[in-house]
């Protein structure tokens, strides 16, 4: 709430139908309009204020959780993560110097990530010895300014800047927009686990994003439209899978969970439903307005603008689903049981029309055995800055070779920051 007050609300036993203000409770420290991440998961909440202390810094976390008789309350046993008082002295069962912590929050489980204005901290509940204390266990670097942080089971998605280095005379102030994915390892040091890379870093001009056990999505300014990523399995990375071809500008907001996927755009919202020929989504229901924020769970979606909160249950709203996707996505060759999927990402210079690339087989002497995967730019969409693909390889070795037809590569001074990246 804008005097920074959270209410807390329960769907009622009469079916779910109806939403009713449980509790209320006050943030220490809150200055009115100021904004507080909140994320909820079984019976704990979090709560962040990153703006203590006239915006000097100081930020707490809070822990909330639900009783026996379904209250929620603040924790007894660990009232707060971490807590900064407005001298800025901390004090909790983890401390750190780091400015603006509790710029955003999520948990799931017995994880959850923090994020401040340099870094992410990641904390687990600690359980072995019953007293069920979060404990904090890594803090990730990579990342020089994030903004959003998301966590579902033991993978963690963080969306943010990392400027770039030109090589001459240091950082020079660009920014690449990105989404870090990290996994999280249970059997690490110390009991506690470790945080691991999953894959490389997605580079792309996104302004939201979100996540699910086998899906991630982000809106990319530049492109004005939103990308769906897939993975196979839990632990796996994620391969482009879907351009959802909305082309809408702004800020759009995303919320995603399992078949799931809401997207806000100028003058109204679209949802989406994952299909079962593929896991390629469809748009089911369009709403004749936007929200500035959105929350999915199951079949129930809440909708948030300046001074009200709706809920919408989607059954009701679209009681047939489409069987058969409208889109397909960008897939160069039919995925085969022993599939390697490789993701190919070129942002164009000023002059893409030079530009083309192939994957080859390499390693065998069989003329009928050499696999060859050749694309240029004027065979991929002319309309975006852009080209994404993902492509099924067969295991084996290959070398991938990207060309521009005058010899002065993509990048930098006469042809535009153009880049390429293959994962």
């Given amino acids: 709430d804008g005097d920074g007050t959270g209410k807390t609300a329960n769907s009622n036993d009469g079916g779910g139908e109806e939403w009713i203000v449980q509790n209320s409770f006050r943030e220490e420290y809150t200055s009115p309009g100021s904004y507080h991440p ?55 069962s983890s401390s750190s110097s780091q400015h603006g912590f509790g710029l955003d929050v999520d948990i799931d489980g017995d994880l959850a990530c923090v994020l401040d204005y ?25 990342v020089e300014q994030p903004e959003e942080c998301t966590v579902v089971g033991d993978t963690i998605a963080i969306r943010g800047y990392d400027y770039i280095d030109d090589g001459d005379d240091g950082d020079d102030g660009n920014a690449n927009r990105m989404v870090w994915l990290y996994r999280y390892d249970r059997d690490g040091v110390d009991g506690l686990g470790v945080v691991v890379p999953l894959q490389d870093p997605i580079i792309a001009d996104l302004s939201s994003m979100d996540l699910s056990h086998d899906y991630l999505v982000y809106w990319d300014l530049q492109e004005k439209d939103a990308f769906i990523y897939s993975r196979k399995g839990v632990n796996e990375s994620f391969a482009f899978l879907q351009k959802m071809d909305l082309s809408v500008s702004g800020y759009n907001q995303l919320a995603l969970d399992k078949d799931v996927l809401v997207i806000g755009g100028e003058k109204e919202t679209h949802i989406f439903s994952q299909q079962e020929n593929g896991g390629y989504w469809a748009e089911i229901i369009t709403l004749d307005q936007p929200y500035d924020r959105y929350q999915v769970s199951g079949r129930n979606l809440l909708v948030a603008n300046e001074r009200e909160v709706y809920s919408f249950n989607l059954e009701e709203c679209a009681p047939s689903i489409p069987t058969i996707p409208t889109r397909m996505p960008l897939v160069s060759i039919a995925p085969t049981p022993s599939c390697h999927w490789l993701d190919i990402v070129i942002k164009y210079d000023n002059f893409p029309n030079e530009t083309s690339w192939e994957i080859q087989s390499i390693g065998t002497n069989d003329a009928d055995d050499v696999a060859v995967v050749l694309k240029s730019y004027s065979e991929t969409d002319q309309d975006a800055p852009t080209h994404m693909d993902s492509i099924c390889l067969q295991e084996g070795e290959y070398e991938f070779a990207i060309y521009d037809s005058r010899g002065d590569g993509i990048c930098c001074k006469r042809g535009g920051a153009g880049n390429y990246n293959v994962t």
């Fill in 38 to 92: 909140v994320s909820i998961s079984g019976n704990t909440a979090l709560v962040g204020v990153h703006d203590l202390d006239n915006n000097n810094g100081a930020g707490s976390v809070s822990v909330y959780e639900q009783n026996d008789l379904g209250i929620w309350d603040r924790a007894e046993d660990q009232p707060y993560l971490i807590r900064y008082h407005v001298n800025n002295s901390s004090s909790s």
């Fill in 118 to 142: 340099h870094s992410a901290h990641l904390f687990r509940r600690d359980d072995d010895d019953g007293s069920r204390k979060w404990v904090q266990f890594a803090s990730l670097d990579d």
